[in-house]
Nanobody, 120 residues
Framework: QVQLVESGGGLVQAGGSLRLSCAASGTIFSFNAMGWYRQAPGKQRELVAVISRGGSTNYADSVKGRFTISRDNAKKTVYLQMNSLKPEDTAVYYC??????????????WGQGTQVTVSS
């Protein structure tokens, strides 16, 4: 059974930084893209950043230049370094692992979410 465990969320003042981590465990033969999404109260879940297996990255316009996504394939871990945080970054952040090949087939997996709150 595959599990994604997130850590690193919390409360920070505007202008501060946080680093989120998401580690996958279980019998995983291979996987493709890893990403971070977020969902603010009353809003739909949105893509924050995604990184391909080869390291190509894509960011939401709202976080470009402030957030950096990275991954460690050997550790099956994805990171999100968040700098210059703004109150509008407040949301529950979810990690996503796409194209995960296990004994039962290929599917995507989601973490349980970690709260990020930025105070003004």
């Amino acid at each position: 059974q595959v599990q994604l465990v997130e850590s690193g969320g919390g409360l920070v003042q505007a202008g501060g930084s946080l680093r989120l981590s998401c580690a996958a465990s279980g019998t995983i033969f291979s996987f493709n893209a890893m990403g971070w999404y977020r969902q603010a109260p009353g809003k739909q879940r949105e893509l924050v950043a995604v990184i391909s297996r080869g390291g190509s990255t894509n960011y939401a316009d709202s976080v470009k230049g402030r957030f950096t996504i990275s991954r460690d394939n050997a550790k099956k871990t994805v990171y999100l370094q968040m700098n210059s945080l703004k109150p509008e970054d407040t949301a529950v952040y979810y990690c996503n692992l796409d194209g995960v090949l296990t004994t039962t087939g290929i599917r995507e997996y989601w973490g349980q979410g970690t709260q990020v709150t930025v105070s003004s």
